[in-house]
């Protein structure tokens, strides 16, 4: 059986070569992706209506209002607009397998994940010195000063360009000894002067924004489950690649 090549700068490369080039060169985990999302959509079709709403929604999340900001778009990103649209549909259809492969977990996932989505708003103040720290709390409890000016004055982490106020912030996020305390606390509460990764901290809870399964989380949820799933996907690939190399 003749081989075929692919005629590259003058340089030949067989199409047999090219599943190793890809993955030598890091292109295979792309690749694998694509593959996999024309696999799986393949058989998608949105309706005209949907189409319709998805090019609008993306006509306004890039400000494109005429046929000049339109040109302007493309030029920028050096496409076509039949190429735009073609790209367009794509992600339509990979929106749509997301939804109807993921939106029933959605709930299950969030209920189990919503501790660590709720978001917190926290004052801080880090210092090396324990004895620098306890002074700030004692002006603090005795309020001679506000936590905002002391952080801004003593505090030598980052916060203090801040005025020491952080957030708001999903409690995942935030360092684990002083999320166990936020967890712990209310509104308002000052904490008496802790050691977290060689500081000494004065931490004080402002406020507890419970997650919500809005719109906008139920979204982030579906993709966060598409984006784990593909990668499995991708990863399992790539471990059959390897093995047949080896062999």
């Given at each position: 059986m003749s081989q075929s090549w692919i005629n590259i700068e003058g340089e030949l490369v067989s199409l047999e070569e090219t599943p190793l080039l890809l993955n030598e060169l890091n292109l295979m985990p792309i690749f694998l992706r694509r593959f996999l999302e024309k696999k799986f959509t393949?058989?998608?079709?949105?309706?005209?209506?949907?189409?319709?709403?998805?090019?609008?929604?993306?006509?306004?999340?890039?400000?494109?209002?005429?046929?000049?900001?339109?040109s302007n778009w493309l030029n920028?990103?050096?496409?076509?607009?039949s190429d735009m649209e073609i790209n367009l549909f794509k992600?339509?259809?990979?929106?749509?397998?997301?939804?109807?492969?993921?939106?029933?977990?959605?709930?299950?996932?969030?209920?189990?994940?919503k501790s660590d989505l709720d978001r917190v708003t926290y004052s801080l103040i880090r210092a090396k010195s324990r004895d620098k720290i306890s002074e700030l709390n004692m002006r603090l409890k005795e309020e001679e000063d506000t936590f905002s000016e002391l952080s801004s004055e003593y505090s030598e982490?980052?916060?203090?360009?801040?005025?020491?106020?952080?957030?708001?912030?999903?409690?995942?996020?935030?360092?684990?000894?002083?999320?166990?305390?936020?967890?712990a606390s209310k509104s308002g509460q000052l904490w008496?002067?802790?050691?977290?990764?060689?500081?000494?901290?004065?931490?004080?809870?402002?406020?507890?924004?419970?997650?919500?399964?809005?719109?906008?989380?139920?979204?982030?949820?579906?993709?966060?489950?598409?984006?784990?799933?593909?990668?499995?996907k991708i990863k399992k690939a790539l471990n059959s690649l390897k093995k047949s190399v080896k062999e």
């Open positions: 393949n058989e998608i079709v949105p309706t005209r209506e949907e189409q319709t709403i998805y090019y609008q929604k993306f006509l306004k999340r890039e400000k494109i209002s005429d046929k000049t900001s339109l920028f990103h050096g496409v076509s607009e992600s339509l259809k990979i929106e749509k397998f997301k939804n109807d492969r993921f939106a029933d977990k959605v709930e299950t996932v969030f209920l189990k994940r982490g980052i916060e203090n360009v801040l005025n020491g106020l952080i957030g708001p912030i999903e409690i995942s996020k935030v360092n684990p000894v002083i999320a166990e305390r936020l967890k008496p002067p802790f050691e977290c990764e060689g500081w000494w901290v004065l931490l004080r809870h402002e406020r507890f924004i419970p997650a919500t399964l809005n719109k906008e989380m139920r979204k982030r949820l579906i993709d966060e489950l598409y984006e784990a799933w593909i990668a499995s």
